[in-house]
């Protein structure tokens, strides 16, 4: 029951569509589905889009209309290892080690000879 949603993008000359990640939040809202639910039914969640398209809503109210069965008798059957990661928030640059003061911050720099490096910090907190 997998199923990817389609973006709009709207350059200024001409329209394109590509593959998205995942469904927003306000395309499942307006299925009767959460976020969470729609993970245990496979269906792939994006949580940092913000737009809601007229062709993802259909998809998703066609995929529930093609099976024949409730939402809940759906939650039923549904396995819960089919679980997946959703493309959420995630850190800045800086606090994931991306830029020269990330790493300064996070130990990871080797301009302080061996105490700049990573295994010094762990070495360190052990002490």
Not at 75 to 83: F, G, M, N, V, W
Not at 96 to 104: A, D, V
Request: aromatic share 4%.
């Amino acid at each position: 029951m997998e199923i990817r949603p389609k973006v709009v993008r709207r350059p200024v000359t001409r329209q394109r569509v590509r593959a998205g990640r995942g469904f927003s939040k306000s395309e499942l809202k307006e299925v009767g589905l959460s976020s969470s639910t729609a993970r245990r039914l496979g269906i792939v969640t994006d949580d940092r889009r913000k737009t809601k398209h007229q062709v993802n809503t259909d998809s998703l109210q066609e995929m529930l209309k093609t099976t024949g069965k409730s939402i809940p008798e759906l939650l039923k059957e549904a396995d819960p290892a089919r679980i997946r990661f959703t493309s959420g928030p995630h850190y800045g640059r800086a606090q994931r080690g991306l830029t020269s003061s990330g790493k300064r911050m996070r130990g990871l720099l080797r301009s302080r000879g061996s105490r700049g490096t990573h295994g010094y910090k762990f070495k360190k907190l052990k002490r």
